[in-house]
Each structure stands twice: as structure tokens, then as C-alpha cells.
């Protein structure tokens, strides 16, 4: 689940939270807490429970959750019980864990926004952050796996997904189960040594503990310095790509290599993140940087299809070409902000601009379409217009990124070509408010 990163508000007039509820005693402890606090505030709470059909007591799981649901509902809680079981079971190179985790995090959400609920709260507290941190560093993890678990994040299921217990220590949960006299189930799971966390639950952190009180509290800290160099290489990843990256996604290859060691593999990391969707294994982009050095024109073969360097820039061209271009359509790009256009795969970036830029008026209707050929395209004013491929050529622009969107005004002047980008003839007179545009096919842009 990627994270959004438009930064966002919770809607208050939603008036549900939902909270992840397996039944065990985090999660039980977080319920009860979240309902008696939405009684006083006027809010609805969605418990959501996962059977995922690995355990022999889901079933039990269940009717406990659901029965206890009832009971606090009877009592006057604000409560409602959901559930939903996972079907299938892991692939032949899947783990049980990883299977289970993204079938539990896919059931969550949906749950949620069938309730109508924005605020989704999951019960980790700072041991989980700090076994979270071991069990990363032990993997030999970077700055993204030490940072653990955040404490709120907007993800791309349009969640805001919060931990409010991460800085809390489990014996104060377990007080408060006590004091409240509540009830849970306890997952037999936990004692099974087959998966890394119990391992190191059960035969590591007895130990550790011991010879070091104040573990807990120190890795977790450590996981919080972590998130802070995980947003600084963001930050500077997001830098240096507003500059080597085209319109059309392809990365400045000399560019990058201008930069020192550690910043071109920041870089190259944030960029392979927006192409593929995914983290890029790190020996990809060990050997990118090793390769692609002393190369000109090279391909490597990665997630989805492959990298291609051509003429300086790095490009990603998909496995399959895809369905064929979605129909021509018109649209109002004369406001400035984020345009999603879900059937290409991209967006239109729309900025005031200070100098050059289209005409804003002219912007309020265009028409987006694919290249069918024939298109002329003028890049300076007082310069003369050119066959498209011409063009891409010049601008070394790889055959897999000269596919459209095209954007034409309506008297059917060519106005924007993306990698190449606004048509000189159509260029805002002075006086005139102007816009910038830019096409974006990351697909991190149309959340």
C-alpha cells in the first residue's frame, strides 16, 4: 500500500472512525477506549475484524469478537461489528505472514470505507516499534525499513491509518484490560517459532530486556530518527528529480550521475519507486549505477517489464503495451492544480507561470487525445514547426515515450506535447494570464 503524499484532513462530518479488531488484547483494549471516547464526542465506531482462515480458533475468534461487540452496544457504546474472511491461500513464494498481512490490510479497507469511515486505528505499541526496527536492521534494512511503522499515514486506499499506542508501553494496555476487566483471545500463533517475530519475542527480547531495561524505549527512539532520515532523503529525492526528470517520467541519466554517491542512489531509488510501483530490489540499483556509468544505450530487465537507457535518459517501458489509447476528450484545464486523468495513467500538473505558459483562457477547453500522426510541433517562437518525430528525436526521446496524451485547443491548434512540452505559436501574448502545464504519468499523481 503506497502512501498518498497530498497531505490531507480527516472529514469531521463523516462522524465513524473504524478500528482494526482481531480480538487479542491490544485491539481490544483500543476498541474499548476509542468507543467510550466517541460516546462523549458523537461518533460511531466500526469494528473491523479479519477471519483469515489459517487458525483453527478463527471461528472462535469471531464469535468472541462479535459477541462482545454486542454486549458493549447493548450497554450503550456507539458500536458496530464487521467482518471479513479472507479466500485463497498464499502463492507457492509467498509467506503465510506476507499473504495474510496484505489480504488483512486489503479486507481493513474496505471495511472502512463501507462504513464511511476516513480514521482507520490499529493497536501497535512501542514494543511492536521497537521488534519492528530489530527484526528490519537484522534484514540489513535502509532508512525506509528502520523507520517501522509510522504513527499516521494517508495511504493510497484514501485511509488515514494512525497508531495512537506507538509511543506507549504494552504494560500500561495490560493495566488498563485489568482495570476495565475486559476480556480477549490470545492468538496460538504467537508461541509458534516458525515466524521471525515470535523467534525473537521468545527467545531475544526475554534476554535482552534483561541486560538492557531500557531497550524498548531506545529502539523505538531509534526508529523515530529513522522516519526523520527517511523524510530528509524524500525531501531531496523529490529535489533533484523536479530537476533530472522529464515531463514524460524519463530520468536524466548524465544528470544523475553528476551527483555524488549517496544522493544519484537516493534519486534513483525515489525514481524507480514512481515507475514501478514498488521498492526497487537494491541490487537493481546496485548494478544500474555500475552499468549504466560507462553506457550510452543499455536495458535491464526489472518488475513489470524493463529499464532502457537511451541517448542520457532512463526510461520504463512497461512488459505489455496495454490496452489501446483511451478516446479523445475534452476538458477544463484553466485551474491551476492536480488533474487526474485515470484512463492514461497520469495527470495534468496546471501552475501559474510567470513567464512563457498557455493562455488561460484558452486552457478552459481542450482537447486531450493520442497521436495519430502528422503532428507539427514548433518549439521556439520564432522558430518553424517540425514533424513530431523530429522532434523527439532531437529531444532523444525514446520510442516507447512518444505516445500520447496531445493536448489540442479547440480550433484544433496543437498545444502541449508531453517530453517535449508547450507549442511556441500557442504561447501566452503579454498581459495575458498564463498557465504551465505538465503531464505526469507517475502513478503516485492520481491518487
Request: hydrophobic fraction near 50%; glycine fraction near 8%; include cysteine.
Amino acid at each position: 500500500m503506497a502512501a498518498s503524499a497530498t497531505p490531507r484532513t480527516v472529514d469531521p462530518s463523516a462522524g465513524v472512525l473504524a478500528v482494526a479488531y482481531s480480538g487479542g488484547r491490544d485491539s481490544t483494549a483500543l476498541l474499548h477506549v476509542a468507543a467510550r471516547q466517541a460516546c462523549s464526542l458523537g461518533l460511531r465506531v466500526a469494528a473491523l475484524h479479519v477471519h483469515h482462515g489459517l487458525s483453527p480458533q478463527a471461528d472462535a475468534w469471531l464469535a468472541h469478537c462479535r459477541a462482545q461487540c454486542e454486549a458493549w452496544a447493548a450497554a450503550g457504546l456507539p458500536l458496530e461489528f464487521h467482518v471479513r474472511r479472507l479466500q485463497g491461500r498464499p502463492a507457492a513464494a509467498q509467506s503465510v505472514e506476507a499473504w495474510a498481512r496484505e489480504g488483512r490490510y486489503q479486507a481493513l479497507a474496505e471495511m472502512a470505507h463501507a462504513a464511511g469511515a476516513e480514521l482507520l486505528l490499529l493497536a501497535q505499541h512501542r514494543r511492536d516499534q521497537a521488534e519492528t526496527f530489530v527484526l528490519q536492521a537484522l534484514r540489513g534494512a535502509g532508512a525506509a525499513g528502520l523507520a517501522a511503522m509510522p504513527a499516521a499515514q494517508w495511504r493510497a486506499d484514501g485511509l488515514l491509518w494512525v497508531r495512537p499506542w506507538l509511543a506507549r508501553p504494552r504494560e500500561a494496555i495490560e493495566a488498563y484490560l485489568e482495570e476495565q476487566g475486559l476480556a480477549f483471545v490470545d492468538d496460538d500463533s504467537n508461541t509458534d517459532p516458525r515466524y521471525a517475530r515470535n523467534r525473537l519475542r521468545l527467545a531475544v527480547w526475554p534476554a535482552l530486556s534483561e541486560a538492557f531495561p531500557a531497550a524498548e524505549a531506545g529502539l523505538a527512539q531509534a526508529a523515530a530518527w529513522a522516519q526523520q532520515a527517511l523524510e530528509l532523503q524524500r525531501e531531496i529525492a523529490d529535489e533533484d528529480l523536479r530537476k533530472l526528470e522529464a515531463d514524460g517520467g524519463e530520468l536524466d541519466w548524465q544528470g544523475l550521475t553528476l551527483l555524488s554517491e549517496a544522493r544519484a542512489s537516493n534519486a534513483l531509488r525515489a525514481w524507480l519507486q514512481r515507475r514501478l510501483g514498488e521498492a526497487a530490489p537494491a541490487s537493481l540499483v546496485r548494478r544500474l549505477l555500475d552499468e549504466g556509468r560507462a553506457l550510452t544505450t543499455a536495458a535491464w530487465p526489472c518488475v513489470g517489464g524493463a529499464l532502457k537507457l537511451y541517448r542520457g535518459r532512463l526510461s520504463f517501458m512497461p512488459e505489455q503495451a496495454g490496452p489501446a489509447a483511451p478516446a479523445a476528450s475534452w476538458l477544463d484545464l484553466s485551474r491551476p492544480g492536480l488533474h487526474p486523468m485515470p484512463d492514461w495513467g497520469g495527470a495534468w500538473q496546471v501552475e501559474p507561470a510567470g513567464a512563457g505558459g498557455l493562455p488561460a483562457a484558452l486552457l478552459a477547453r481542450v482537447e486531450m487525445r493520442a497521436r495519430v500522426g502528422g503532428e507539427q510541433f514548433q518549439q521556439q517562437p520564432r522558430g518553424v514547426a517540425r514533424s513530431l518525430k523530429k522532434c523527439f528525436q532531437a529531444a532523444a526521446l525514446p520510442a516507447w515515450a512518444r505516445q500520447g496524451p496531445l493536448l489540442f485547443a479547440a480550433d484544433g491548434r496543437l498545444l502541449y506535447v508531453p517530453g517535449l512540452g508547450a507549442d511556441a505559436r500557442g504561447l501566452a501574448e503579454p498581459g495575458e494570464a498564463r498557465l504551465a502545464l505538465r503531464w505526469r504519468p507517475d502513478p503516485v499523481a492520481v491518487l
